[in-house]
Structure formats: structure tokens, C-alpha cells
């Protein structure tokens, strides 16, 4: 079966740079797209943007361009997330998501990544 | 700004019957925007009910079901039970690899 499994919680400063993966398995992991959403506490569902594993494509959310970076190593069947510069309004969970067969929703969610920016 | 609406909480019987929907602020919900619909229980992780307006998930009971009805999605549960009672979310894709979401509807079965 599909699986998504996430590292695990990180705790930062303020102005640091954090970098979540999701290993997949149960699937050929190069033929579907990985996108990554996050929730701060108490709050709503965000989406962050998504990456192809078959070619690497990127696209972020405006919000997030020029901090966020999404990458994949088809190797170990992993997506990762870097989030830089981080501030307090960062915290959240954050999830990742694989994109389904026809690429407008999402059909297995990770068990979500809560990260804490704190001084 | 692109912005879906859904009510912020709607209540229902158990064993009754509630439609969420789901409007955009640039016009009408049409199946070009492929929407879709997921539900979070607090502490978890989403699970997706329906995509691309009408199609439900694997595994997702048949009292789930999704439409586009005037110029929004709706998703209507049927024979409402207390573990449906959950935040719901309707997700808009804009295409271009962008989605949007809706700020969750907090269904109460009560």
C-alpha cells in the first residue's frame, strides 16, 4: 500500500533554515508529484507548493517563492522540503501529499512534520 | 486575491442529511476547477473524500458524495454519524500546478 512517512518534529530559531523529507513507498515513486502543505495551530490547511518526481519540476506557492525549495531523490524515494529563513508565523505542520492520477487532488497524506519556530 | 468559501461551521443530526459547499471569488465552481474535498479530525493527518467534483475515494462510504449545484460544489453527507463530525476542506484547482483551499467547514453532529 501507499505510504508516506515524514521525518520527525524540528524545533528552530528564527532566521534558520529547515529541511523536512517524506519517504514514499508502496508505488512507482518517479510517476506521480509530491506536493507539500502545511497548518499553523488552530488554523486552516495551506498549500505550499509541489514537485515532480519524474522531472524535478517545481512550482510554490507565491506566498512561499524564494524561501521555499522542494526537492527529490528518486534513489531513495524521498521528497524533501526546505523551508529558509524561518519565522515565528512558519510554525506549523506541515504535510506531504501525493498528487493522484489525474493532477488536480491529493491521495495519500504523510502523517505530517510539526515545526516549531521559537527563540 | 483568490479566495474559496465555505461556511465556518454548520451542525447536523445524526442520521440527518447537510451539504457544504464551496464558492470561488472569481465566479462560479465549474468541474474545470477539479474540486475536491478532504476531512481532518483534530490531531490527523487529512483524508481525501472526493476529487474532481464527484468521484469518491477509495474506501470512502457511499453517503459521501460531491456536486457542482448552481455556481458552488457541494458535498452532501448522508445519514450523518458522529465520527463524521470533522473540519472539511474544499480544495480548488486553478491549473498550472496551483491549488487553493477553502477555510474548512466544522461539522457538528449533534
Known amino acids: 500500500q501507499v505510504q508516506l512517512v515524514q521525518s520527525g518534529a524540528e524545533v528552530k530559531q528564527p532566521g534558520a533554515s529547515v529541511k523536512v523529507s517524506c519517504k514514499a513507498s508502496?508505488?512507482?515513486?518517479?510517476?506521480?508529484?509530491i506536493s507539500w502543505l502545511r497548518q499553523a495551530p488552530g488554523q486552516g490547511l495551506e498549500w505550499v507548493g509541489w514537485?515532480?518526481?519524474?522531472?524535478?519540476?517545481?512550482k510554490y506557492a507565491q506566498d512561499f517563492q524564494g524561501r521555499v525549495t522542494m526537492t527529490t531523490d528518486t534513489s531513495t524515494t524521498t521528497a524533501y522540503m526546505e523551508l529558509r529563513t524561518l519565522r515565528s508565523d512558519d510554525t506549523a505542520v506541515y504535510y506531504c501529499?501525493?498528487?493522484?492520477?489525474?493532477?488536480?487532488?491529493?491521495?495519500?497524506w504523510g502523517q505530517g512534520t510539526l515545526v516549531s519556530v521559537s527563540s | 486575491q483568490t479566495v474559496v468559501t465555505q461556511e465556518p461551521s454548520v451542525s447536523v443530526s445524526p442520521g440527518g442529511t447537510v451539504t457544504l459547499t464551496c464558492g470561488f471569488s472569481?465566479?462560479?465552481?465549474?468541474?474545470?476547477?477539479?474540486p475536491s474535498w478532504y476531512q481532518q479530525t483534530p490531531g490527523q493527518a487529512p483524508r481525501t473524500l472526493i476529487y474532481?467534483?464527484?468521484t469518491r475515494s477509495s474506501g470512502v462510504p457511499d453517503r459521501f458524495s460531491g456536486s457542482i449545484l448552481g455556481n458552488k460544489a457541494v458535498l452532501t453527507i448522508t445519514g450523518a454519524q458522529a465520527d463524521d463530525e470533522s473540519v472539511y476542506y474544499c480544495?480548488?484547482?486553478?491549473?498550472?500546478?496551483?491549488?487553493?483551499f477553502g477555510g474548512g467547514t466544522k461539522l457538528t453532529v449533534l
Open positions: 501529499s501525493r498528487i493522484g492520477d489525474s493532477g488536480s487532488y491529493w491521495d495519500n
Open positions: 508502496g508505488y512507482s515513486f518517479s510517476n506521480y508529484g
Open positions: 514537485i515532480s518526481a519524474y522531472n524535478g519540476y517545481t
Open positions: 472569481s465566479g462560479s465552481v465549474s468541474t474545470p476547477y477539479y
Open positions: 474532481s467534483t464527484n
Open positions: 480544495v480548488l484547482y486553478l491549473g498550472n500546478g496551483i491549488w487553493v
